[in-house]
């Protein structure tokens, strides 16, 4: 405010200095009327400018007031978070659930937008200084007000009008691991039993690009990664809509259904989901699958329900006369819940109205559907489970989960089932279940988050670091038991029962490190239903993960 005594004065000054020279030269009475005038607004106009300019300073210091103090407040917020983290916080409306910039599965963040806003205003030292240089050069006042900030660790560039934003995420998962399996005299057991490779692979390498423009959000995801990795492709495209509590949304994406499937991939107990829910969201969902739909979530509740179509790049192999169609429904709830523990129940299903036909096109295909899966661990790429190709007409499957946690201890489970109705033949019926738990040894939780009736990665009270007052991040032992059955009729899939036990440990926020190892138990017979193909063994896997 101590500029305008100085603008004043070099006003004043100007002034004085044109009425000097104007009085030596003595024009006429027209003239010298003519030219003051001009003089008189042209002082105006500067007078007018150097008010709009004090009034954008005083505006700028009423801004960065109400930031301080919304920084000040967050900052009390997250050290009290860090303190107690099983407690609840009182600062959302969904006090559970993390503030996300969204859930990397291809849906939009649910939760208040105040938090959103609350990361986007925290001023960086960054923004002090641009704010600054405004003061000086009224022309900066609009770059300055956007703003580059990083809520989770994810690079969000953000409009001046906070209306546009653009979020850069990553996931991050490089397996390496390997399979013991028996011989006798250089050969496996039993002999129809296939060798298992050991080795390494890219799980996922996806980049999330998210933009949004008040409620609506795009987002686009390639993935680098794969089962097996070298083939990069589309994660996801699309496009939402969210009007609280609900969220419309159209595109290639993963739709909700089953517990396992519906938690993002780095939340998972293991490096793998278990194979009975993997089987069942491939029947009508599953990832890259054409689907348009909506999502309504809160606290208490979580619907999804979406039309769903082929996946992304159906017809590369062959042309198609028929895509698929089917859809997925998926509901659940909290109907107890207390400040440190949850019970969550809900139930799951999907159908396929008709699958992808080709019957007048060079090298077309019957409609039908294949089930199968690897033993858990994405690093041999053998399905050692498979019912071969079943030439169908329809499929459904359908399931009830539940879980419960209570601090730092978690229990979750699914039965699913499949129904198949064949061209020919009598209908077929398959099954699976697990159930899966996990103690956080240094005392954190697994979150709630109520945005996908799913539950989170611990979180580290204390990161790990090299120094002093470091800490040792978030240690947590998990234990599952699957059981899956690809065998009904005369199809003769397998049955697999897999034990695993593994070792999580969070450095931070972002980095996770999963050593697991499992006892498998494949029970197969070959096609002719008399010679046995399946085998048992020991395997080992370990995980370098990043998320943001």
């Known amino acids: 405010m101590a500029k305008r005594p100085l603008v004043g004065g070099a006003l004043l000054t100007t002034w004085l200095l044109t009425l000097g020279p104007s009085t030596a030269q003595s024009p006429s009475d027209a003239e010298k009327i003519e030219r003051l005038e ?3 607004e042209l002082l105006q106009k500067q007078l007018r400018h150097q ?5 954008a300073l005083q505006q700028e210091i009423r801004r960065t007031r109400k930031k301080a103090a919304t920084a000040e407040r967050l900052d009390q917020t997250r050290k009290a978070d860090r303190t107690k983290p099983w407690e609840t916080s009182t600062t959302s409306a969904y006090p559970e659930e993390p503030n996300r910039a969204e859930t990397y599965n291809g849906q939009p963040l649910r939760g208040p937008k105040l938090e959103q806003v609350r990361y986007l205003s925290y001023p960086t030292p960054a923004q002090v200084g641009e704010e600054h240089r405004s003061a000086v050069d009224p022309a900066m006042t609009e770059i300055r007000q956007g703003a580059v900030t990083f809520p989770d660790g994810r690079p969000t560039f953000t409009s001046s009008d906070r209306r546009m934003s653009l979020a850069v995420g990553e996931l991050f998962q490089f397996d390496v691991g390997g399979y013991f399996q028996n011989r006798h005299s250089g050969v496996f057991e039993p002999p129809g039993a ?3 490779n050991d080795g390494e692979n890219l799980r996922r390498g996806r ?5 949004n423009f008040d409620s609506w959000t795009l987002r686009i995801t390639p993935d680098f990664g794969g089962s097996p990795d070298g083939t990069p492709t589309l994660y996801e495209a699309n496009l939402s809509y969210q009007f609280d ?4 949304t159209i595109g290639y994406f993963k739709p909700y259904d ?6 993002f991939p780095g939340d998972s107990l293991f490096m793998e989901r278990p194979s009975s829910a993997f089987i069942a969201s491939n029947v009508a969902d599953g990832t890259q699958r054409a689907s348009a739909g909506f999502t309504a979530a809160t606290a208490d509740y979580f619907i999804g329900s979406y039309l769903t179509g082929a996946t992304y790049g159906s017809q590369d192999a062959v042309l198609l006369n028929r895509q698929q169609t089917g859809g997925t429904l998926r509901l659940a709830t909290r109907p107890l819940r207390g400040e440190d523990w949850n019970l969550h129940v809900g139930f799951s299903g999907s159908t396929v109205f008709n699958f992808n036909e080709s019957k007048y096109q060079p090298g077309g295909s019957v409609p039908g559907i294949t089930l199968s899966d690897q033993p858990e661990l994405r690093i041999d790429f053998n399905r050692l489970i498979d019912t071969g190709f079943i030439p169908a007409k329809t499929a459904n499957t359908w399931g009830f989960e539940a879980a419960a946690n209570w601090r730092n201890f978690l229990i979750e489970g699914e039965y699913i089932r499949i129904d198949v109705d064949p061209t020919v033949g009598p209908d077929l019926s398959f099954s699976g279940w697990y159930v899966e738990g996990s103690w956080v040894l240094t005392g954190e939780r ?6 996908s009736a799913t539950y989170g990665r611990p979180m580290p009270a204390h990161p790990f670091r090299f120094s002093p007052d470091g800490g040792w991040g978030a240690w947590e032992l998990a234990g599952r038991y699957s059981f899956t059955d690809l065998n009904s009729g005369v199809v003769y899939g397998g049955k697999q029962a897999v034990t695993t036990a593994g070792l999580s440990w969070y450095p931070n926020d972002h980095i996770r490190f999963i050593l697991q190892g499992s006892y498998v138990d494949v029970n197969r017979l070959d096609a002719t239903g008399k010679f046995q193909v399946g085998q048992s063994f020991w395997d080992i896997g370990l995980r370098s993960q990043v998320a943001y």
């Open 38 to 40: 001009r003089q008189t």
């Open 51 to 55: 008010n709009e300019r004090i009034e």
């Open 194 to 196: 296939r060798e298992l």
């Open 245 to 248: 509590p609900i969220t419309l």
């Open 207 to 211: 980049i999330y690009l998210v933009a």
């Open 258 to 263: 089953t517990l396992a499937r519906s938690q």
């Open 446 to 451: 697994r979150p709630y988050i109520a945005s």
